[in-house]
């Protein structure tokens, strides 16, 4: 596992309104204090050959759902960033993995986690396909592990509170209305 801090609390992220369109730049942490402020994020799920999903369990130390489990990869381009540069980029930095990513659907969604803050964004959401061994970045996430899809249903029927309000969100969508695209990379 790699150590290096890619992420920062003064990082200025790109507020939208809710039809995507930019409307200034905002630092992170402020983002994400009481209800949140809207800004561009994205998520991105990659799946291996066997057709199971790469998952990973947030660093405990994080501030919002820390030690949660997680799609692979999810965060926000910073100004000046393309949703498409930013994906990848953070692939790389956080995962240890070079894929082509596939843009899919954008959704708004609010959650708040205790009274720790909330995430309020407008998240664009990307797949891909990869038999490389990830390669973590420990400053950043806790453990890996491949599910199955039947197995990540299955977690989601049981309402288990150690997933991301927006892995249930998003999962739900790839599977019911974009289950073509699944298909190509592999998924059942």
């Known amino acids: 596992m790699r150590a ?13 309104d809710s039809d995507d369109r930019e409307i200034g730049y905002l630092d992170k942490e402020s983002c994400h204090n009481g209800d949140g402020k809207l ?3 994205f998520s991105v799920f990659i799946f ?10 947030r ?3 994080k501030r919002l759902w820390g030690g949660y489990w997680a799609n692979t990869c999810c ?4 100004k000046g960033e393309t949703v498409d540069g930013a994906s990848k980029r953070r692939l790389l930095e956080e995962v240890g993995l ?3 990513l596939k843009w899919l659907f954008k959704f708004e969604y609010h959650a708040r986690f205790r009274d720790l803050g909330s ?6 959401v990307l797949v891909g396909k990869s038999d490389a061994a990830p390669d973590p970045n420990d400053t950043e996430i806790e453990a890996l592990r491949w599910v199955s899809p039947s197995e990540l249903d299955a977690e989601l029927e049981r309402d288990d509170h150690l997933l991301t309000p927006w892995l249930a969100i998003e999962w739900k969508r790839l599977r019911s209305e974009f289950s073509d695209d699944l298909s190509e990379l592999g998924v059942r």
Do not use: M, W, Y
């Open 4 to 16: 290096e801090v890619v992420s920062f609390s003064d990082e200025l992220l790109i507020l939208v």
């Open 39 to 41: 800004h561009r994020a």
């Open 48 to 57: 291996n050959s066997e057709g199971k999903l790469l998952l990973q369990q």
């Open 59 to 61: 660093k405990s130390s």
């Open 75 to 78: 965060s926000h381009p910073r």
């Open 98 to 100: 070079e894929t082509p």
């Open 119 to 124: 995430e309020f964004e407008l998240c664009h």
